[in-house]
Each structure stands twice: as structure tokens, then as C-alpha cells.
């Protein structure tokens, strides 16, 4: 059973514009989320976590927000730039096991200019 | 943050042959783990490697498929045995920045592909 899950594959915006990126969960036990970009042929970048006690967290052009009655987190990129154009993996790592991340399938975002 | 240098960075393998995956890290770790992402999948964790023990492997993992070594500190390899077009993936090694948030390092991956 898939326990992050993006269920848009694709995203498209216009550069200057605010992009949006979804990713749900299933198990409440998750201690951190955490969102990946990850450009071809290169290995996934960390871009910004949440705590599971938190329901916002702001790194300059990057925001994210937590909903956990809803399970539901989203990663706010404004202003976006043909620079992010990358798939974005949300993932969530369980308190009590060291380097397991639960990854989604990912989103590619893509910021036409 | 950490330099992980993995190779080779691609690969084209014939069906039944194995491939011996090389991990280096910069400066010296206590577990390095071993991920897959098969085309258009998400990530998902392998195995993680500690130095001086064997290998732990998530479920659907076998060891005899996924052999793994751990030398030492700072190296590590991953074995993809006798393999399938279902192996073609991309083969990351990654290290832990964060004990408390979960947060990995990963390295630039090794994209294998069988015929």
C-alpha cells in the first residue's frame, strides 16, 4: 500500500506565478515530512522538512504547510522560475526507523517562462 | 553536507550478468543506505549498510539478489544479481544528515539498464 501518495504526476505553471504541489499520507505515526527536488540524471536535493508538530515551515521562496487532521501536505514555491523545473518527491520518515524515507511517486513541475 | 560519489553513473547490462554498484563518502558514516527508483516509481529503501555487520533489508529484499558490502567508514557496495529487465533502475546511496527530521544525502545514482 503506497503511504505518501502525489497524485498529480504533472504540473504546470507560469514563471512568476505560485506553484502548488500536493502529497497525502496514510500513517499518522510519521514524525517529519520532507520535500525532494530532483533534476535528470542527478541524485534528489533536499529542499525543506516539517515537523509533525508544526503546521507551517518557510525557507525564503519555498513554504510548507501541514494538515494533519487532513493528512495532507503541500509545498508552495512563489515566485516560481523556469529554475524549478524538476520532479519534487514528498516523503516521511517514520520516528523509529533511521534512513527510511516513505517517498511519493513525485510531481514534475514544469515553469514555462 | 557530505560528497558521495557513485559509480559507475550509467550502465547497460545484458540479462543474467550482475553489477557491482560503488559508494564513496567523503568523511566517515555510521549506516549508508541503498535505494531504488524504478522508472517513473517512487524511491524506495533496499537495505541500509553498517560497517562490521551484515546488511538490513526492507521486505521484498533478499540479500541474495542484493548482496551488499561495508568495509569500512567510508565505502560501501551494492550487488544487483543476476538480472532482469525488471532491475532497470536508478540505484542511489544516500547518508544521513539528520537523526531527528529523517533527512538523507543522496548521491547522484547509478542508472542501470538490462536488455
Known amino acids: 500500500d503506497q503511504q505518501v501518495k502525489q497524485n498529480s504526476p504533472s504540473l504546470s505553471v507560469q514563471e512568476g506565478r505560485i506553484s502548488i504541489l500536493n502529497c497525502d499520507y496514510t500513517n499518522s505515526m510519521f514524525d517529519y515530512f520532507l520535500w525532494y527536488k530532483k533534476y535528470p540524471a542527478e541524485g534528489p536535493t533536499f529542499l525543506i522538512s516539517i515537523s509533525s508538530i508544526k503546521d507551517k515551515n518557510e525557507d525564503g521562496r519555498f513554504t510548507v504547510f501541514l494538515n494533519k487532521s487532513a493528512k495532507h501536505l503541500s509545498l508552495h514555491i512563489v515566485p516560481s522560475q523556469p529554475g524549478d523545473s524538476a520532479v519534487y518527491f514528498c516523503a516521511a520518515s517514520p520516528s523509529s526507523n533511521t534512513g527510511k524515507l516513505i517517498f511519493g511517486q513525485g510531481t514534475t513541475l514544469q515553469v514555462k517562462p | 553536507s557530505a560528497v558521495i560519489s557513485q559509480k559507475p553513473s550509467r550502465d547497460i547490462c545484458q540479462r543474467g550478468t550482475s553489477l557491482t554498484i560503488q559508494c564513496q563518502v567523503d568523511s566517515q558514516v555510521t549506516m549508508m543506505f541503498w535505494y531504488r527508483q524504478q522508472p517513473g516509481q517512487s524511491l524506495t529503501l533496499i537495505a541500509t549498510a553498517n560497517q562490521g555487520s551484515e546488511a538490513t533489508y526492507e521486505s521484498g529484499f533478499v540479500i541474495d539478489k542484493f548482496p551488499i558490502s561495508r568495509p569500512n567508514l567510508t565505502f560501501s557496495t551494492l550487488t544487483v544479481s543476476n538480472m532482469s529487465p525488471e532491475d532497470s533502475s536508478i540505484y542511489l546511496c544516500?547518508?544521513?544528515?539528520?537523526?531527528?527530521?529523517?533527512?538523507?544525502?543522496f548521491g547522484e545514482g547509478s542508472r542501470l539498464t538490462v536488455l
Open positions: 544516500s547518508v544521513e544528515v539528520s537523526r531527528s527530521t529523517g533527512e538523507l544525502f
